[in-house]
């Protein structure tokens, strides 16, 4: 398990990197919405709002995960480098999910 410490580093790059893409997500998303006018943008809310909020819920994901793997690396603490992992496994699979919904919405 003490290559999960010496890996802290990775983990939180990745991470962070991650936070940025969602961050990109996020941006699509709003700007997507705001291309409606405003008449037309409460039937579609809903499904806007969905998207944002599972791509903020990655961010922070991604986040907690830079910060465990630092932590983790700084304080030599296995189970806190543990955690970043499984938080930049959650946050890579939201992010899969944003990217797939935001696909599927193509038409």
Known sequence: MSGVVE???????????????LLVFLGAIAVAFEGYQPQER????GRYQRRAWLAFVGFIFAILAATTGIAGKAFHQECVAMIGMVCL???????LLVALFSALEIR
């Open 42 to 45: 409460n039937p579609i809310r």
């Open 89 to 95: 496994a959650v946050a890579l699979l939201i992010s």
């Open 7 to 21: 890996v802290g580093g990775d983990i939180s790059a990745a991470a962070t990197a991650l936070a940025g893409l």
